[in-house]
């Protein structure tokens, strides 16, 4: 891949039709490359590579590192759209096409656990964006960032849709020796036409649970995330018992399961996709999502008394997403109330993440 040959300035940019975002805090050059067709990457050098987690989250982790941001895999429904706001840049193509790479992410890392205020409080890997998105085979981000983790004695945990987590699974074995280490994979869609059209920069279904298998044959427990679950798409029993099966036979441990989270930007680009590919289902998600960013509540309970007695069937462990609007409630009002115990949580992560 010939990316020094593809760096692009300002006038080649617009030749482009690609920003160069010469703005960007810490940017260090624009890149363009045949196999990313239509992406842009933008290489940064990082200030700082660890990111608190607002003690509101419902999410049971303090900390997280996001070596890029913005994702090539282009989940339609993806959480994170939203993020690309704050560099001046869209929810929608913006975020599948505009990719932040922090070049320095394992130097800066290493850095900042080599502090003594550090605790070693685990770091999730996969909670923002993808850290296996396909360029990560190029930059080669997490081998430093899984290094400087395990060396400082820092648990780490790891969720990703990409299958380059394989070239790296030797480099997990050691660091479990060292920590605890955690991998999940992500897969929603198991019709390959489905799955192409919604997420259609990420690896096969068939790639992903050959993943799962490698991790499992490596000594991993391996979580699947089953979610989002896609009303009138995605959650028909057939359809549910046979991801089920595939994932079990791929030699996962257990699944976290749930219904499809739309917030604020993922919302308007999901929708506008419902209307423009599924027009005969607009309706029934207006209905759902118009004014909430979550499934109705009956329809999330009706889902997990479906999907529960399937799960015990195949032999595999359960939690169901823990982001849910009732969880939220229960971690605000703990915020609120210093001297209550916080809610028990899970210690693994369960994030509405892609």
Not at 74 to 100: E, M, N
Not at 159 to 184: W, Y
Not at 241 to 254: F, Q
Request: hydrophobic content about 40%; charged content about 20%.
């Amino acid at each position: 891949m010939r990316w020094s040959g593809q760096e692009i300035g300002p006038e080649g940019a617009q030749q482009a039709g690609a920003p160069a975002l010469l703005g960007l805090s810490g940017l260090v050059r624009s890149v363009t490359t045949p196999e990313f067709q239509g992406v842009t990457f933008h290489e940064v050098t990082a200030k700082s590579a660890l990111n608190r987690v607002p003690a509101a989250s419902s999410m049971p982790f303090d900390w997280t590192v996001n070596p890029y941001r913005g994702c090539s895999h282009a989940c339609v429904y993806c959480f994170a759209r939203s993020t690309h706001r704050y560099l001046d840049l869209d929810a929608g193509a913006d975020f599948d096409q505009q990719v932040i790479v922090k070049v320095n992410v394992a130097e800066v890392l290493r850095a900042e656990l080599a502090r003594r205020s550090w605790n070693g409080d685990l770091v999730a890997l996969g909670t923002n964006t993808d850290p296996y998105q396909r360029a990560e085979g190029r930059y080669r981000l997490m081998p430093g960032i899984i290094d400087a983790l395990a060396e400082s004695g820092t648990p780490l945990s790891i969720l990703t849709k990409g299958t380059l987590l394989r070239r790296d699974l030797p480099q997990l074995e050691q660091a479990a020796r060292r920590v605890p280490v955690d991998l999940s994979m992500s897969i929603a869609v198991f019709d390959d036409a489905l799955q192409k059209a919604v997420e259609p920069g990420t690896p096969t279904t068939a790639a992903r649970l050959a993943t799962v298998r490698a991790a499992a044959d490596a000594g991993f427990a391996v979580t699947v995330f089953l979610m989002p679950i896609m009303p009138w798409l995605t959650d028909g029993d057939t359809q549910l018992d046979d991801a089920l099966a595939r994932i079990a036979e791929a030699g996962a441990s257990r699944v976290v399961f749930g219904a499809l989270h739309l917030r604020p930007g993922a919302k308007e680009w999901f929708l506008e996709w419902i209307q423009r590919e599924h027009p005969h289902l607009a309706t029934g998600y207006r209905r759902f999502y118009g004014s909430s960013s979550y499934a109705p509540a009956a329809y999330r309970a009706q889902l997990a008394r479906r999907l529960r007695p399937m799960l015990r069937r195949h032999g595999l462990d359960a939690l169901e997403d823990e982001d849910q609007p009732e969880q939220r409630r229960l971690v605000r009002g703990a915020a609120r109330r210093p001297s209550s115990p916080p809610p028990a949580l899970d210690p693994m992560p369960q994030p509405a993440l892609f």
